[in-house]
């Protein structure tokens, strides 16, 4: 049985199964979402923001504030991506 980071643990971006999490969620796309974990997990911006919250220095309004504006972000980097293929 595999261990468990305990919620004060940082998740390495580069040893997280993307792969294993995205077949796990309700997407007939797991590729896609397994990249769309890889790109919000990798973003500092994300990394932060998850360690405010473990921290609870974040109310309500903050963090709605926060969320939106790193998937605004994303949504444009993706957008680039495609562009550029």
Excluded at 26 to 53: C, H, S, W
Excluded at 65 to 80: F, G, M, P, V, Y
């Amino acid at each position: 049985m595999s261990e468990q980071p305990d919620s004060g643990s940082p998740i390495d971006p580069e040893a997280f199964d993307y792969d294993a999490v995205a077949a796990s969620l309700p997407t007939d796309q797991p590729e896609r979402a397994a990249e769309g974990l890889k790109a919000l997990m990798q973003n500092p911006a994300f990394r932060q923001l998850v360690q405010q919250i473990q921290s609870g220095e974040l109310n309500d309004d903050e963090l709605r504030d926060e969320a939106t504006s790193i998937a605004h972000d994303l949504a444009a980097r993706q957008e680039l991506r495609r562009d550029e293929q």
